[in-house]
C-alpha cells in the first residue's frame, strides 16, 4: 500500500495537478480556495513551472485560454464569484474546443454571500457556465483522495474530448484535511496536432478561434461538438451506489452533502429503513441510468443539497417522475446533518412516497 500524506483538499488538487503534468497556473485569491494557489506559488517556481497571480478573474482565465491553445496542460481555479467572471472565458475556451481544468471550491452565494460551503452553482456549472450552447465535464469529490484522483481525471478527459472539465468542490471538500495516496495513475498527454506550437515550416498554420461569421458552418460546429458531447455521455459517465440493491428509498448526493447522507443511511438501516445512495461524480454528464433503473424498486427519492434545490431538478428528470423526488437542503454556507437527513429518511418511509 502506498504511503499517505495528510493534506488539505486544495493542496491535494494543486499536487495532483502538478504530478498530472500541469506546469501554468494562473489564478486570484479568494476564500475557500485560496490554498490552491498559495500552493502552486510555492511549488511552480521549484520544478521549472509558471504560477501567475493575475490582476483579475478575466486576465487568469484569458491567460489559460493562451495556454491551452499551445497545447499544455493548464489550470485555474476560483471560488463561487470569482468562476462568474471567468463565464465569457469559460465559453471562448468551449468555442474554440480548447482542453483546460477549471477549479471551483463553492461558497455561499448569490453576490459575494459569503465564505462558508456551498453547492449553489451546480446550474453554473452543469448548464455550461458562460453564453452559447457548450457543456463542461463537471466532477464532483466527496473525499480528499478524490480531490487528487478527480484532478488527474479531469485533465484527461479534457485532452481527450478538446473540452473544459471542471472540479467543483465545496468550501468542505477544499478546507477539510485527510490522508491521501499520491501514487495516481496518470496517463501522459495525448499530442495535439492542432495545437499553436509554432510550424518548423514543416506543416500549414494552426489557428484558434470561436468566430465563425457565417451561420451555416456556425451551426456544422454546435452539431459536432454536440455529437462529441453525446460521446462524453455515453462513455464517461461516473456514480457510486451505497446500499441500494434493496433500496426503497434513494438518496442523490455529492461532495460533502453525500459524506453526511452515509451516516444517516446507516443509522436509518439500523432502524430497518431500507434506504440507499447513488452518489454522482460527474454531474455533468449526470448519471440518468442508475437513477431510471432504481425506480423499479425506489418509492422515493431525496436530493440532499447545499443549494435551494438545483440537483434534484437533474434527478426528476432522470426519473422520468415515476417517483416522487424530495428536498432536504441547507444554505447560505450550512450542512445538512445527519439527523435532518435521518428525518427525512423517516418522513419519506412513513409517508410511503408521498411528502
Not at 495525448?190 to 500549414?204: I, Y
Request: proline letters at 6%; hydrophobic letters at 40%.
Amino acid at each position: 500500500m502506498a504511503d499517505k500524506v495528510l493534506m488539505k483538499g486544495n493542496e491535494a488538487i494543486a499536487e495532483a495537478a502538478i504530478l498530472a503534468g500541469c506546469r501554468h497556473y494562473f489564478g486570484y485569491p479568494i476564500t475557500p480556495q485560496t490554498e490552491v494557489a498559495a500552493y502552486m506559488a510555492k511549488r511552480m517556481p521549484k520544478i521549472g513551472g509558471t504560477f501567475l497571480q493575475a490582476e483579475s478573474e478575466i486576465a487568469a482565465i484569458n491567460m489559460v485560454y493562451g495556454v491551452a491553445s499551445a497545447g499544455y496542460r493548464v489550470m485555474t481555479s476560483s471560488s463561487s464569484p470569482g468562476i462568474s467572471l471567468k463565464g465569457e472565458g469559460l465559453s471562448y475556451l468551449a468555442g474554440a474546443d480548447l482542453p483546460a481544468l477549471v477549479v471551483n471550491v463553492q461558497r455561499g452565494g448569490p453576490g459575494l454571500g459569503g465564505i462558508q460551503p456551498s453547492q449553489s452553482d451546480y446550474f453554473q456549472a452543469t448548464r455550461g457556465g458562460g453564453h452559447g450552447d457548450y457543456h463542461m465535464i463537471v466532477l464532483a469529490p466527496a473525499s480528499v483522495q478524490e480531490m487528487a484522483e478527480l484532478t488527474v481525471k479531469g485533465f484527461e478527459l479534457a485532452d481527450k474530448y478538446r473540452m473544459t472539465s471542471m472540479i467543483l468542490a465545496d468550501g468542505t471538500m477544499g478546507q477539510m484535511m485527510e490522508p491521501v495516496a499520491l501514487d495516481l495513475d496518470i496517463k501522459p498527454a495525448p499530442e495535439k496536432p492542432w495545437a499553436t506550437r509554432g510550424t518548423g515550416m514543416k506543416r500549414p498554420h494552426n489557428i484558434i478561434n470561436s468566430l465563425s461569421l457565417v451561420p451555416e458552418e456556425l451551426e456544422q460546429l454546435n452539431l459536432e461538438r454536440y455529437e462529441r458531447y453525446h460521446i462524453v455521455e455515453e462513455n464517461e459517465t461516473r456514480f457510486e451506489e451505497y446500499m441500494m440493491d434493496d433500496a426503497e428509498i434513494c438518496i442523490a448526493a455529492f461532495g460533502i452533502a453525500a459524506r453526511v447522507s452515509k451516516n444517516a443511511i446507516n443509522a436509518a438501516r439500523k432502524e430497518g429503513i431500507k434506504v440507499g445512495m447513488i452518489r454522482p461524480i460527474t454531474l455533468w454528464p449526470f448519471p440518468k441510468a442508475p437513477f431510471l433503473k432504481a425506480t423499479e424498486h425506489v418509492k422515493t427519492f431525496i436530493s440532499v443539497e447545499l443549494s435551494m434545490g438545483q440537483m434534484i431538478e437533474d434527478v426528476r428528470l432522470a426519473t422520468e417522475c415515476r417517483a416522487p423526488v424530495l428536498l432536504c437542503n441547507r444554505v447560505g454556507g450550512m450542512i445538512p446533518s445527519p439527523d435532518q437527513v435521518l428525518d427525512s429518511i423517516r418522513k419519506a418511509s412513513k409517508n410511503g412516497g408521498n411528502d
